[in-house]
């Protein structure tokens, strides 16, 4: 029986599986629990000192806004970093936001106190955390222990539905009132928002169908099996149900054999254990598996509302199946340079950026070295620096006679 593997390699989807023999405890962070007042700097406003403390559940950066009137009206995911979503954690003063500051000394002399952190915001845009802390030292405990926290995170998150992942903040978009639970009009905008095109009557008869209580609301793990129903996978239920009775194991069955059989719609509340899915690792799709390293990628896969026992539920299974682990294209081989570079380079396709140094437009907008970072980061391999005479005789980076940000070629 062939493989079941995801066509797509480039599915932006992340496969974290710890080794054999390791754990992964939760990192010591002794600073960021017991919190303190960092200097913030914003895209506008001036900057202002904050406090700031790691939430309970370790999973996000908190701080309190400068302005009550914010505090009340803004959801709480505006104050606040998700360290499941942060990209990386930079030192220094590279940002847009510090570029604003760099005539003022009294920020630039502190740049061996300041830290970045580049994340996507609860709106789905990348934007950054910028802070000053009060010295070295500081800053070095800081930077130290949110590193960790999200090196534990990234690994954390293993195979978890990005889908979901992102779902889960526009919902905290969509919850203005804090209160857990959104109404049909609430939730009928949030699918619209989700770029799911449905008509309003059919997600009103799943929203009275989900909705048991009948509290005319649904709360986040109902609306998650609105979701799952909206993006129901009728191949991967089939592949399910034969893992599930065991046909997906017969001798001489290939998978087409079983795509059209009748699947109950309860079969997706069930769960298999470990040696069942180690078994589906092995003899379906053929990979040479411990069953520790099975346990292991099974805690990997759970979900942030799943119980945290030894068994995998449908969705994880089903975000397992369409991960870049189970791609049918080699992994190795998307990580590392195999083809043939001795070539003149007219004779290959550069993935290129053009005025790199621009945080938005090339007449006006801010410049930054953080840009020459993203750019690298996502495969660009030809970048532009816009070199010109500074006032003070070095070199710049900059849009030529425009108002762009300048920043130093250093």
Known sequence: MSALASPDPLRERQSSTLPSGESNPLPPTPS?????????????????????????????????????????TSPAAATAVDLT????????????????YKDDKSITDRAGCSFSIVYESFRGDETTLDVVCGDGEEMERWYGEVAALVRFHNVAKGDQDQVLRFARRQWAIADKDNSGSLDLKEITSLIHKLN????????????????????????????QNLLDLLNRREDIIHVWAALLDGSIFRPGRS?????????????????????????????VQGADITAEQTELKITAMKGELDPQDN????????????????????LEKQTRVYQDMSQPISHYWC??????????????????????????LKGCRCVELDCWDGPKGDPIIYHGHTLTGQISFK
């Open 85 to 100: 979503s942060v990209k990386r954690v930079t030192r220094g003063q590279t940002t847009v936001p510090f570029v604003r």
């Open 255 to 283: 998978v087409q054999s079983f795509m059209f059989a009748k699947v109950p719609s309860s079969i997706r509340g069930e769960t298999i254990d470990a040696p069942l899915f180690r078994r589906f690792l092995r003899e």
């Open 311 to 330: 068994k995998l539920r449908y969705r994880a299974f089903k975000a397992y199946l369409t991960s870049s682990e189970n791609c049918a294209y080699s």
């Open 351 to 376: 993935a290129s950026s053009h005025n790199t140094y621009c945080e938005t437009d090339q007449l006006k907008g801010y410049s930054s070295v953080n840009r020459y970072i993203n750019d690298l």
């Open 32 to 72: 960021l629990s017991s919190g303190a007042t960092l200097l913030k700097l914003g895209r506008s406003g001036a900057p202002g000192k904050r406090p700031f403390k790691l939430s309970a559940d370790a999973q996000r950066l908190e701080w309190s806004s400068g302005s009550f009137l914010k505090t009340l």
């Open 196 to 223: 799911i095109d449905l008509e309003p009557s059919f997600i009103k008869q799943k929203f009275t169908e989900l909705d048991v209580d009948d509290s005319n609301t649904l709360d986040y793990l109902e609306f």
